[in-house]
């Protein structure tokens, strides 16, 4: 199996006001080998990686070899007033949709590195079709799945999906989602537990 980097996947290093992930330690080229390296070590993709929350998606959680810190955190009594909330989209051709966080800058004691890397891989065959209907541009070659976003965290094993993001992936794809229906029973859970952590911006 052959996984290149997706251009979604760019903004962990080219966007500084990217709500999520942000590297700075590795170069896009030198993460993307690291984690083929990785792969090739564990036994190949379909091993080391487990389902995710469609056929077309799989997950490979991977140590932190970058300085990526984690991407949500605990709501505390001191980090409760500080949440923010506003309609933002990941991309300009994708729908506002209603997010909360809550700013780096004001986490007491700074945010924790993460420990762990969770890797969202689409499949070729999705990212044609979302290609397609979105106007994006496509990597070149022959290749079997595209890493699509870096999610930081403390452990392994995948975070639940927000809600808003459940929301977001059963609109079509040519509003930013990927027309896959909500799962009530994930979603509740999802719900249970965005309800104790929030985003970091």
Avoid at 14 to 42: C, L, Q, S
Avoid at 152 to 180: C, F, H, W
Avoid at 182 to 193: H, L, T
Avoid at 194 to 199: A, E, F, L
Wanted: aromatic share 10%; charged share 25%.
């Amino acid at each position: 199996m052959s996984i290149v980097l997706d251009e979604f996947c760019y903004r962990h290093w080219d966007n500084p006001k990217y709500h999520g992930a942000r590297i700075t330690t590795m170069t896009k080229d030198e993460f993307i080998e690291h984690v083929r390296k990785y792969i090739a070590e564990n036994g190949g993709f379909d091993k080391c990686s487990v389902e995710g929350y469609a056929p077309f998606c799989r997950h490979i959680f991977i140590p932190n070899p970058t300085d990526a810190c984690v991407d949500a955190v605990k709501i505390t009594p001191e980090i409760e007033p500080l949440i923010k909330s506003g309609y933002c989209a990941r991309r300009d051709d994708e729908l506002p949709v209603l997010c909360r966080w809550v700013c780096a800058q004001d986490i007491p004691g700074g945010i924790p590195k993460a420990n762990v890397l969770d890797l969202i891989f689409y499949n070729h065959e999705q990212l044609v079709a979302e290609a397609k209907d979105m106007n994006l541009q496509l990597q070149p070659g022959d290749w079997d799945w595209g890493l699509i976003s870096i999610k930081g965290q403390d452990k392994p094993g995948e975070i639940p999906m927000q809600p808003i993001t459940a929301m977001r992936n059963a609109l079509g794809r040519q509003y930013g989602g990927s027309s896959v229906p909500i799962d009530e029973a994930k979603y509740r859970a999802s719900a249970e537990y965005w309800n104790k952590y929030v985003s970091v911006q």
